[in-house]
């Protein structure tokens, strides 16, 4: 920064004209990074996400077609063995005829297939040897069913689970567990003939096999499901799994990825402001300031804008300028009158104790002034000091300080702090200030 101190000549005030030429001035904020920010971020945003989707899809395409052959592998596998039926044979059938004499029991089992094969193999090795009495029948299959469910706390929990979600979705349990009607192992023969199960050797007759791969369908379904299917990206409609639904429980990566979404939609937010601060930066370097003040007369959400973008970059630097003006302003007579031009958010007024003369093109503070600092409405030779803090901008520059030596009192201050980069010439800008009127009594460079 340059902070140049310029103690008012009154013997000097011709207020000589074209020795302070804008175009020796270049403009603010041209740090290379500052215009770099936004192409980054459109990569981040939008080229990232892609491939990653792609890919999602990709994996689960070949799971599916993976769950599909096996699924038509099985169905052909007991299609081809079409085993007999044996009185009292302990298959997946007479598992579904138990499950309906409990009707909560029966819930869990139908709602994980799973459960229901574990438990059946589970029943086939615990259980007791075969009886001819069909109510033998029946009361073994029962112990072993409760066997199967004691001995396994991990089911259990599954099931617990199940019974839990199962009234989420109560006709597709009704439908899954008794689509024949009550069950026994009589009923099962006649009406829905017991079907094998996947390991058992037990004879069916060939026109239950459809039941078969019913359950077989119903299983792969639940299992691709719970395996592959990430519960934010649904790719498969409720009504093709609906108990689906009601199992999954909430993963914390929809929350995440909500996360980085709205993250990414803050990033992508910011950068968009900084994009509109650079441009409406470019405008008011590059016009006259009766250009600026029409922009922010029309749109006054733009001077918020600005001022947003201008406090992040602030934000940013190591030492404030307006702070430095305070703090040399602090060393001075209160009674000292200033003038603010281009005071933004009247910082400079809320650091010092001296009475504060604000202007802006737009107000953010009841203290502003809102006018062009070419035309301050104040009476000649009225303030003790005149600051411009990083406010030089437009293309009348020399209309600013014409009005700064005007309003001055002779032997007032201006005080000038700006960045290097604003002027292509240092020494020429103070030697054109000095012939406006103005003795250049120190300067900072850099601040
Ligand atoms: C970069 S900001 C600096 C604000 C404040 N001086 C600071 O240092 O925090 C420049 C300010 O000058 C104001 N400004 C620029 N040209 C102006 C003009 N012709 N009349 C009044 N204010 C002007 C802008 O509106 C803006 O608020």
Redesign the pocket.
Known sequence: FLGPLICKDALARGRERGLCDPALLTRMFEEPEWAEAAPVAAGLGLVTPRPRLAATSQVKGSKRRQLLATLRALEAASLSQQPPILPGSDSEEEEVERKKKRPQKTLFANASTEVGEKKKKKCQKQGPPRSDSEKEEVERKKKCHRGALDSDSAEQKRKRKCQKHAPSNPAQHLDSVEPTGPKTQKSGATDDPPMPSLGSTSPKPPHTLNRKQWRNRQKNKRRHKNKFRPPQMPDQSPAEVPTEETEMPPTPKPDSHEARAGALRARMAQRLDGARFRYLNEQ?YSGP?ST??RLFQEDPEA?LLY?RG?QNQMKKWPLQ??DRIARDLRQRPASLVVA??????C??ASSIRNPVHC????SLDPRVTV????QVPLEDESVDVAVF???L??TNIRD?LEEANRVLKPGGLLKVAEVSSRFEDVRTFLQAVTKLGFKVIFKVLPL
């Open positions: 008011l300031s600026a003040q001077f001022h201008f300028p307006v603010d031009f281009g005071c933004g958010d910082r400079l202007f802006d093109l737009a006018c062009d600092m070419a803090c990083l406010s901008m437009g600013f």
